[in-house]
């Protein structure tokens, strides 16, 4: 019994080197959840055990506490495997198995297993995988971990998570390692258990080192037949370029040229002699080296056209050619921000009368005014009017009408008479009494270029009347007169006026707003002003210039004649 008892660890010992593979014996273990996967101890312990009745019993410690491990219809004991079906993030401690035959027994190390989350951005775990340098130009194979020993599986390899092979080959083979070759490669062996597919991976991250000596496959850059669109007496340059190797790596031997016997090397002190030359240079783009054979023509003529060009790169192999030929292009386009430009200048300006047509719009009156102040504009002279305008208001000595009155014989009077230099004719100031007043009234409407009449509800009761009746007269039969309208207080139907005032092109309507029309360069001025009769004087330019502000212009542009103004319908 005591060499039994020797001679069982003695024999795991020197089994543990044929069946590491299969049954690693490591401290910590990786495997991802949801993935097939199996303990087991060496076979070979087993096999010269098999005289003997040794049973095999697995236990799990967690937590300080080692348990016994029941099969169940995912952890399966067979034989010498613990197999998971499949392995849950539960499964998380350590494992170990003992031999007994009821009076000696043999327990293992334990096994530390460590179950990854799997990852939802990639095919692999990052933390499941491992690494393997390998020198660039050498041969190498690439062996799968995650073959099980259940053979009866199929396997499918991908690189950086891409499908590389499917032959179902548990070994990846290089014969000669290249740059590319580095990478993540990936095998992925299915099988079937239970009427259930299993799935069970392994990750190896290969990095072929970047100073190697390597074995490289000189090419040229995009071979065939090149067309190249020019213009006749444009100048072309022809690019032929061959990928050579990678740096710090011994320069291959090739030959790179222009097949033309007729070519000289491009120099600065000889190009602008030559119509045709080439000239090679060397350039790296990250680790890859080229080499580059430019041919420059520097007038494209007709006979060009007909010509092939052709790139040829001899090496150690066979050759390699690349041809080029010319082909008359379209004229070329505007380059982008000139067309850019154009079309930016092309709206400015078609933009321009739209918005020069709305600004005269809303500051017409201002405009008219200020055309008028400087250009010294008089229509009164040789008309034979004495009178700018004639002033008819409601004349009864009613309560409601005082400050009407006011505003016809004092406000009135003194921003048209003395600030901007009209001349008004009021019939209770200018007309002497004691006269007819039908005759002195028709009279002085004669002598008057405007008839201002000072509108309110009780204007068509009063004897004014007769002023407004005979101005009409004046106005559409004998067209001597235009209707300037004030309305002193809101009116809100104007049906108590002759319907003959629609018939007027002037019928106008120029509102009074109290204190905000108090200003002389308020816009009840301006408009007033714009209908009076044309006519400058010095007043005219100073009050105009003092009142073109920004305040006045928006005020202007909500108070137009043409937005305050209202038709008689």
Not at 156 to 167: E, L, R
Not at 400 to 426: M, Q, S, W
Not at 441 to 460: A, C, T
Request: a neutral charge; proline letters at 3%.
């Amino acid at each position: 019994m005591a060499f039994e008892s020797l001679i069982i660890p003695f024999l795991m010992f020197l089994s543990r080197a044929t069946t590491e593979e299969l049954c690693p014996l490591r401290r910590s273990i990786d495997v991802l959840e949801g993935e097939y996967f199996f303990l087991c101890f060496p076979g070979s312990i087993q096999d010269n055990l098999r005289g003997k009745t040794y049973t095999v019993t697995w236990f799990k410690e967690s937590e300080g506490k080692v348990n016994l491990i029941q099969e169940t219809h995912r952890l399966v004991l067979n034989g010498r495997f613990l197999e998971f079906w499949p392995a849950e993030l539960s499964d998380l401690g350590n494992y170990i198995y003992r031999l007994s035959n009821g009076t000696y027994n043999v327990t293992s190390q334990k096994w530390s297993l460590n179950v990854l989350k799997r990852s939802k951005d990639s095919c692999f775990n990052t933390n499941h995988l491992s690494r393997q340098v390998e020198d660039a130009g050498r041969g190498y194979t690439l062996k799968c971990n995650a073959v099980p020993h259940n053979k009866n599986v199929t396997i499918t390899w991908y690189k950086n998570c891409n499908i590389y092979n499917s032959a179902n080959e548990e070994e990846l083979h290089f014969r000669s390692l290249t740059m590319e070759d580095s990478g993540n490669y990936t095998c992925v062996v299915s099988i079937s258990h239970a009427g259930k597919a299993f799935n069970t991976t392994s990750t190896i991250e290969l990095m072929v080192k970047d100073g190697a000596a390597e074995v490289v496959k000189l090419e040229i850059v995009e071979p065939g037949d090149i067309y190249v669109e020019t213009q006749i007496g444009k100048e072309v340059i022809l690019n032929c370029t061959v990928f050579v190797g990678y740096s710090d790596a011994a320069k291959p031997l090739y030959l790179l040229h222009w097949i033309d016997k007729n070519l000289n090397s491009c120099s600065e002190s000889t190009k602008e002699e030559q119509s045709i030359c080439e000239k090679e240079y060397d350039f790296n783009s990250g680790n890859k080296k080229y080499a580059s054979k430019l041919l420059w023509i520097k007038t494209v003529t007709e006979e060009d056209l007909k010509y092939n060009y052709t790139c040829l790169l001899k090496t150690t192999n066979k050759a390699q050619f690349k041809i080029f030929k010319l082909k008359k292009g379209n004229p070329p386009d505007l380059p982008r921000h000139v067309f850019t430009t154009g079309i930016i200048v092309a709206i400015f300006f078609s933009l321009v009368p739209v918005l020069l047509v709305i600004l005269s719009v809303i500051f017409r009156v201002d405009l008219v005014l200020f055309y008028r102040d400087i250009t010294g504009k008089d229509d009164t002279i040789g008309d034979g009017k004495e009178y700018d305008a004639f002033v008819s208001y409601l004349k009864d000595s009613i309560s409601t009408n005082v400050e009407e009155r006011k505003f016809a014989l004092e406000i009135l009077p003194r921003t048209l008479e003395d600030h901007f230099g009209y001349k008004l004719c009021i019939f209770e100031r200018d007309v002497s009494p004691g006269g007819a007043a039908v005759d002195d009234v028709h009279s002085f409407i004669d002598k008057s270029r405007r008839l201002i009449i000072i509108l309110s509800q009780n204007y068509i009761f009063d004897r004014v009347m007769y002023e407004l009746e005979t101005g009409l007269h004046k106005a559409l039969v004998e067209r001597k007169i235009k209707i300037i309208l004030i309305e002193y207080r809101l009116i809100n139907d104007y049906n108590f006026l002759p319907k003959s005032l629609e018939l007027l092109p002037s019928r106008r309507v120029v509102k009074w707003k109290e204190d905000k029309s108090l200003p002389s360069n308020s816009s009840f001025w301006k408009n007033l002003r714009y209908l009076m009769p044309v006519k400058a004087s010095k007043s005219n330019i100073r009050s105009h210039n003092n009142s073109m502000s920004p305040t006045s212009a928006e005020e202007t542009q909500a108070t137009t004649v043409c937005s305050e103004s209202q038709t008689f319908l």
